[in-house]
């Protein structure tokens, strides 16, 4: 997906006294917040014109490339300016970690307040993280390699059965039981999207595709 055309002028954009406009990089699959940063004229420009995401570092008083130092980077997606244009929130491709110093994905990790640590699109980002990582080093003894070894006929048949038990939960009193079954299914249908290479992000688009 390409940047909307309208946002690569750059004009647009409405910089503060000190020739910034504050940034929120967003994870473009789950919706993450990965950092706030700052741009000024010239980050603004490589961005757009490279499609890798540039920040102003106040403190060094320089324009990088993010996480080019430690081989990561921040490949934009597309862009949005609030309604006085004064702030800019970017979607991006993480590749590495935001929070590389860290050792986190993003450098928002560290909750505060909240019961639920994964909610809505978020968990689902995260999840296809995490099994896509068991795919490209299996660990012995886990159950997501245990199913990649077997491949996806094996995959394609827990898909099956766990949505027969969905099923049959559905047609108990208890919501506890549709809870942990629909769960099951969820989890088994991202291993499967995994093993066919499908992000969760082409299944969305498919479905806003239906809604129109």
């Known amino acids: 997906m ?4 309208e946002m690569t002028d750059i004009s647009k954009l409405k910089f503060d006294a000190n020739g910034l406009i504050p940034v929120v990089a967003q994870d473009y699959e789950s919706g993450e917040v990965l950092m706030l940063g700052s741009m000024n004229a010239e980050a603004a420009e490589k961005t757009f014109a490279t499609g890798y ?3 102003y570092c106040p403190t060094k008083k320089a324009v990088y490339k993010q996480g080019e130092k430690r081989g990561n980077s921040q490949k934009l997606m597309t862009a949005y300016l609030n309604a006085q244009q004064n702030n800019l929130l970017i979607k991006v491709t993480q590749k590495g970690k935001a929070d590389a110093e860290n050792d986190t994905y993003s450098c928002f990790s560290q909750q505060i307040k909240g019961e639920y640590n994964n909610i809505g699109g978020e968990m689902f980002g995260r999840l296809q993280r995490i099994i896509a990582e068991y795919k490209k080093n299996p660990e ?6 245990f199913l990649f070894v077997r491949g996806v006929d094996r995959i394609g048949k827990k898909v099956g059965e766990e949505a027969v038990e969905l099923v049959i939960a559905a ?3 208890e ?4 809870v942990n079954e629909a769960a099951d299914l969820l989890y088994h249908m991202m291993v499967l999207l995994s093993a066919k290479d499908v992000k969760i992000s082409e ?3 498919e479905l806003c595709k ?3």
């Open 2 to 5: 390409a940047v909307k055309k």
């Open 53 to 55: 995401v540039h920040y």
């Open 140 to 145: 012995e003894g886990t159950y997501t390699s």
């Open 171 to 173: 047609k108990n009193e």
């Open 175 to 178: 919501k506890a039981g549709v």
């Open 203 to 205: 299944v969305c688009a």
């Open 210 to 212: 239906r809604n129109r």
